[in-house]
């Protein structure tokens, strides 16, 4: 499962190091230069973890660490600043964050401390979705239904488990294809139509839940009573 990885850093050079060295380990990188477009984009996509800077514009990163968890966002957040008085890594852990690190950034231990946050908050482990009767599989790409067992297509089945991950929540077709297809695909959005169309047939008489388009907007997942 492709973890999730937001860098809000408003130095460009530190920002780009970030991002090589995290999709060199096989994270699905978002990038932002302020704590305003932080927020925007873990209200708009899904994040597994937060890199954040403590001195960016508009909102530092202390305050995007308090905001987020006031609205009981609780994926893990690493701090990161130039400030090492331990005053300010106090205060960094009384608005919510998990672990801090100093610059200069030590790359090998930047990966290592994410990939203990994850583990510890089982991000890297939750391998299987149910929802009702049904239970996805990811290691497998199977979907169980009581006896019935139906291994699918790799993109129809990260489809299917993005959406079924939130279920009520819209993803536009530019989200999902940036997160199933990645930004630089060939494909245009009108895949994403054609998949959904083949896990609505798939799925036809499911009565655990159900694909609903909403227009103008994308799809959502939609859990039946």
């Known amino acids: 499962m492709m973890i999730h990885i937001l860098v809000a850093e408003d130095d460009k050079h530190a920002r780009r190091l970030l991002e090589v060295v995290l999709k060199r380990e096989g994270y699905h990188v978002l990038s ?4 305003e477009m932080a927020l925007k984009v873990i209200e ?6 937060v890199i954040l800077d403590v001195m960016m514009p ?23 600043t130039a400030k090492q008085l331990p005053e300010d890594k106090k205060r960094g852990f009384i608005m919510g964050t ?20 994850l583990r510890r908050s089982k991000i890297a482990s939750e391998k299987k979705l149910t929802i009702g009767d049904v239970v996805l599989d990811y290691e497998s790409l199977t979907v169980h239904r009581n006896q019935d067992v139906q ?20 993803f536009t077709r530019i989200q999902l294809m940036d997160e199933i297809w990645g ?40 859990k039946k009573e």
């Open 151 to 170: 291994t699918l297509p790799q993109k129809e089945f990260y489809l299917l488990y993005k959406l079924l991950s939130y279920p009520g929540r819209i």
């Open 183 to 222: 930004v630089d695909t060939e494909s245009t959005d009108t895949t994403v139509n054609v998949h959904i169309n083949r896990l609505r047939k798939r799925f036809a008489d499911c009565e655990a839940f159900e694909l609903v388009s909403v227009r103008g907007l994308g799809y959502k997942a939609v």
């Open 98 to 117: 998990d672990d801090y690190m100093t610059k200069p950034i030590d790359t090998e231990e930047l990966v290592l401390r994410i990939k203990a946050l």
């Open 58 to 80: 508009k909102l530092d990163g202390y305050e995007v660490a308090r905001l987020l968890r006031e609205a009981e966002f609780m994926m893990p957040i690493l701090m990161v």
């Open 32 to 35: 932002v230069e302020d704590g």
């Open 44 to 49: 708009s996509h899904h994040v597994d973890l």
